[in-house]
Protein backbone atom coordinates (compact mmCIF):
# COMPACT_ATOMS: atom_id res chain seq x y z
CA UNK A 1 0.00 0.00 0.00
CA UNK A 2 1.50 3.61 -0.87
CA UNK A 3 -0.36 6.53 1.09
CA UNK A 4 -0.46 9.71 -0.50
CA UNK A 5 -1.18 13.18 0.98
CA UNK A 6 -1.72 16.01 -0.80
CA UNK A 7 -1.21 19.69 0.50
CA UNK A 8 -1.08 23.21 -1.25
CA UNK A 9 -3.81 23.80 -2.75
CA UNK A 10 -6.14 27.29 -1.66
CA UNK A 11 -7.74 30.25 -3.14
CA UNK A 12 -5.27 32.54 -5.60
CA UNK A 13 -6.28 34.77 -7.99
CA UNK A 14 -5.46 34.39 -11.64
CA UNK A 15 -2.09 34.87 -12.77
CA UNK A 16 -0.34 33.42 -9.49
CA UNK A 17 1.22 31.17 -8.20
CA UNK A 18 0.71 27.58 -6.53
CA UNK A 19 2.97 24.84 -5.21
CA UNK A 20 1.04 21.98 -4.34
CA UNK A 21 2.78 18.76 -2.35
CA UNK A 22 2.04 15.41 -2.45
CA UNK A 23 3.69 13.18 0.52
CA UNK A 24 3.95 9.45 0.25
CA UNK A 25 4.30 6.89 2.71
CA UNK A 26 4.04 3.09 2.96
CA UNK A 27 6.06 1.52 0.07
CA UNK A 28 9.25 2.75 -1.89
CA UNK A 29 8.90 6.09 -3.33
CA UNK A 30 11.02 6.12 -5.96
CA UNK A 31 9.24 2.26 -7.30
CA UNK A 32 6.78 4.35 -8.61
CA UNK A 33 5.74 6.96 -11.32
CA UNK A 34 3.90 9.71 -10.00
CA UNK A 35 0.98 11.87 -11.99
CA UNK A 36 -1.13 15.17 -10.99
CA UNK A 37 -4.47 14.68 -12.32
CA UNK A 38 -7.39 17.31 -11.49
CA UNK A 39 -11.79 17.34 -11.70
CA UNK A 40 -14.04 20.29 -12.08
CA UNK A 41 -17.47 19.66 -10.92
CA UNK A 42 -19.16 18.30 -13.90
CA UNK A 43 -16.26 16.61 -15.93
CA UNK A 44 -14.55 14.29 -15.54
CA UNK A 45 -10.58 13.29 -14.05
CA UNK A 46 -7.99 14.83 -16.02
CA UNK A 47 -4.51 14.09 -16.38
CA UNK A 48 -2.17 16.85 -15.67
CA UNK A 49 1.29 15.93 -15.47
CA UNK A 50 3.50 12.93 -14.78
CA UNK A 51 7.00 12.11 -13.62
CA UNK A 52 9.37 8.88 -13.81
CA UNK A 53 10.76 6.77 -11.11
CA UNK A 54 13.71 8.68 -11.47
CA UNK A 55 12.16 12.00 -12.22
CA UNK A 56 13.83 12.22 -15.65
CA UNK A 57 10.96 12.18 -17.76
CA UNK A 58 8.07 14.18 -17.31
CA UNK A 59 5.18 14.84 -19.74
CA UNK A 60 2.38 17.49 -19.71
CA UNK A 61 -1.12 18.30 -20.62
CA UNK A 62 -1.27 20.65 -23.52
CA UNK A 63 -3.61 23.02 -21.07
CA UNK A 64 -0.97 23.62 -18.44
CA UNK A 65 2.25 23.08 -20.57
CA UNK A 66 4.77 25.74 -20.24
CA UNK A 67 3.41 27.26 -16.87
CA UNK A 68 3.23 23.92 -14.63
CA UNK A 69 6.22 22.12 -13.41
CA UNK A 70 6.34 18.38 -11.97
CA UNK A 71 9.07 17.57 -9.90
CA UNK A 72 9.73 14.93 -7.17
CA UNK A 73 11.82 14.54 -4.38
CA UNK A 74 12.93 10.92 -3.76
CA UNK A 75 14.63 11.44 -0.40
CA UNK A 76 11.29 13.48 1.07
CA UNK A 77 8.86 10.46 -0.80
CA UNK A 78 7.12 13.86 -2.53
CA UNK A 79 5.86 15.21 -5.66
CA UNK A 80 5.44 18.39 -6.75
CA UNK A 81 2.99 20.68 -8.65
CA UNK A 82 4.60 24.25 -9.66
CA UNK A 83 1.74 25.62 -10.96
CA UNK A 84 2.24 29.29 -12.32
CA UNK A 85 0.08 31.73 -14.62
CA UNK A 86 -2.98 30.49 -13.07
CA UNK A 87 -5.90 30.86 -14.72
CA UNK A 88 -9.78 30.52 -13.50
CA UNK A 89 -10.10 27.68 -15.52
CA UNK A 90 -7.57 25.34 -13.50
CA UNK A 91 -9.95 25.82 -10.84
CA UNK A 92 -10.59 21.70 -9.49
CA UNK A 93 -10.05 19.61 -7.01
CA UNK A 94 -5.70 17.97 -7.79
CA UNK A 95 -5.34 14.47 -7.02
CA UNK A 96 -1.48 12.80 -6.91
CA UNK A 97 -0.99 9.71 -8.30
CA UNK A 98 1.62 6.61 -7.88
CA UNK A 99 1.85 3.95 -10.23
CA UNK A 100 4.20 0.62 -10.22
CA UNK A 101 3.60 0.21 -13.96
CA UNK A 102 2.55 2.49 -16.40
CA UNK A 103 2.44 2.32 -20.31
CA UNK A 104 0.15 5.06 -20.82
CA UNK A 105 0.51 7.71 -17.56
CA UNK A 106 -2.58 9.95 -18.83
CA UNK A 107 -4.74 7.29 -18.03
CA UNK A 108 -6.26 7.38 -14.73
CA UNK A 109 -7.29 3.88 -14.63
CA UNK A 110 -2.90 2.89 -15.35
CA UNK A 111 -2.66 4.45 -11.42
CA UNK A 112 -2.76 2.09 -8.20
CA UNK A 113 -2.86 5.03 -5.48
CA UNK A 114 -4.48 8.40 -5.07
CA UNK A 115 -4.40 10.83 -2.41
CA UNK A 116 -7.64 12.31 -1.10
CA UNK A 117 -7.15 15.51 -3.16
CA UNK A 118 -6.35 19.91 -2.66
CA UNK A 119 -8.67 22.11 -3.92
CA UNK A 120 -7.36 24.29 -5.70
CA UNK A 121 -9.42 27.77 -6.49
CA UNK A 122 -8.57 30.63 -8.86
CA UNK A 123 -10.71 33.62 -9.00
CA UNK A 124 -10.58 36.01 -11.85
Known amino acids: QVQLVESGGGLVQAGGSLRLSCAASGRTFSNYAMGWFRQSPGKEREFVATISRSGGSTYYADSVKGRFTISRDNAKNTVYLQMNSLKPEDTAVYYC?????????????????WGQGTQVTVSP
Open 97 to 113: AAAKLIIDSRRSDEYDY
